[in-house]
């Protein structure tokens, strides 16, 4: 239950229902919720309101619950359900490499990682191949990550035409994504892009200044101008679709929403700008930040109602929220599917949960290109099934919202991923409890 900007809402966490309630049946609830039965909250109410009233909405509430609405009960959920044993996506490391040298880059790297920069057609053939051997349904999705993987473009334009080929004679369909600094997107790399209706993720963090002190070329020179020059032209040539610009706000930028408006500013209108994960002095966020964090999301509502009013919304990844038609609570209980469903590949093969996992011994669950090759799907199960236990997510109400939040960012900060990471889980109640209010309001 919580009170933002003159609306009472409340959120039933079991069911996911939102109902915006007026002061009375506010009143009721609370008292519910608190242990006081329906006469001694009929009695406390009506020496406040007209006790037909209070009687109207008691009846009101009871029918909500009834239909498992409001004071909806735990699910009750079925173990192979929540052990998923498909593969359905995966992360490849086209390049560990990269042109630009990223004050917040998480990419770890150990030995194997080092050893091979690029990957091989046959690591990207070997890694389809294993996408489609294991059970996953009709969809399969292979994001291709870095380093920057346009270092390494005429792979990815080989494993798209040869997943597309194996698709068909499988009864599959790909679907593909790009995470990219966009500063080597040419003329031959976008016409591949859109004319494969490649999805793309594209790094751009905001004011010229924002940008060029996080991310800069080798030579610390900044790379927004040819960034944003490449971008415009990518997204010209595909009607502005199928993309995000995805940045990332540190203690160098808190007014972060000055940076969205200056990506608006450019005719970009679906976005998500990112709290940067990171403990290192003068980057990484703290809690005394908090109190800032928050008047500046709110300040983005603010925004995003204003461009709404004026015929020209904007899409922020963090304020989309389906309830009714969204994904099943298994799906939502598995967040990312991090170590079940979807698993990262780095160049020379090796598998592990996660992108951000990657170069990490003690998750490393295999190598593609091992013969006989030995998957140890257990390190993904424990990964995946610790996620669901962390202690502080049993009684949160986020908790089949956020799908228990990021496991890397639990393991990088609490070195434990039955832990939470507090600062994360934090800003994403901040951001639920606004996206929940324009998801009532609109």
């Not at 032209?233 to 929403?257: A, E, H, P, S, V």
Request: aromatic share 12%.
């Amino acid at each position: 239950m919580f009170k933002y900007r003159g609306l009472q809402l409340v959120y039933d966490v079991n069911s996911g229902s939102l109902h915006q309630v007026d002061d009375l049946a506010w009143d009721v609830i609370n008292l519910l919720l608190n242990g006081d039965g329906r006469k001694r909250t009929s009695s406390l109410l009506s020496r406040k309101y007209p006790p037909g009233e209070v009687e109207e909405a008691l009846c009101q509430v009871e029918e909500l619950q009834k239909e498992r609405l409001l004071f909806s009960p735990e699910p009750q959920l079925q173990d192979e359900k929540l052990s998923s044993r498909g593969v359905k996506a995966l992360c490849l490391f086209i390049s560990h490499s990269c042109n630009l040298d990223c004050r917040y880059c998480f990419t770890r790297r150990d030995s194997r990682g080092e050893k091979v920069s690029h990957m091989t057609w046959d690591v990207g053939k070997k890694a389809v191949d294993f996408l489609l051997q294991y059970e996953g349904g009709y969809f399969r999705e292979i994001d291709f990550f870095g380093g920057e993987p346009l270092l390494n473009f005429p792979l990815i334009r080989d494993i798209v035409n040869y997943a597309r080929e194996k698709a068909r004679s499988r009864e599959k369909e790909f679907s593909f994504t790009l995470t990219t600094n966009a500063s080597l997107l040419d003329e031959q790399a976008i016409d591949f892009l859109n004319r494969e209706g490649i999805n793309v993720i594209l790094s751009l963090d905001g004011r010229p200044a924002v940008h060029d002190l996080m991310r800069s070329f080798k030579n610390g020179r900044g790379s927004y101008k040819a960034t944003v020059e490449n971008i415009e032209k990518l997204l010209q040539g595909r009607g502005n679709n199928n993309y995000y610009i995805r940045g990332t706000y540190t203690t160098n930028n808190l007014d972060f929403t000055n940076d969205i408006k200056h990506i608006l500013g450019l005719g970009f209108s679906s976005l998500s700008l990112e709290p940067v994960v990171s403990g290192e002095e003068g980057l990484g966020l703290r809690e005394d930040d908090l109190p800032v964090l928050e008047r500046e999301y709110d300040l983005l509502v603010d925004l995003y109602l204003e461009h709404k009013e004026k015929g020209r919304p904007f899409q922020f990844y963090h304020f989309i929220l389906e309830l009714e038609k969204g994904p099943c609570l298994y799906k939502r209980l598995s967040g990312c599917g991090a170590g079940m469903d979807y698993l990262a590949v780095a160049a020379d093969g090796s598998l592990y949960p996660c992108h951000q996992f990657v170069g990490m011994d003690e998750f490393y669950m295999g190598n593609i290109t091992a013969e006989p090759f030995a998957f140890k799907r257990e390190i993904g199960e424990k990964l995946s099934s610790t996620a669901r236990e962390k202690e502080a997510c049993c009684d949160c109400w986020g908790r089949y919202l956020c799908g228990g939040g990021c496991a890397a960012s639990s393991y990088f900060f609490s070195g434990n991923l039955k832990k939470t990471y507090n600062l994360g889980c934090a800003l994403q109640k901040i951001r639920l409890e606004r996206a929940l209010y324009l998801q009532a309001l609109i």
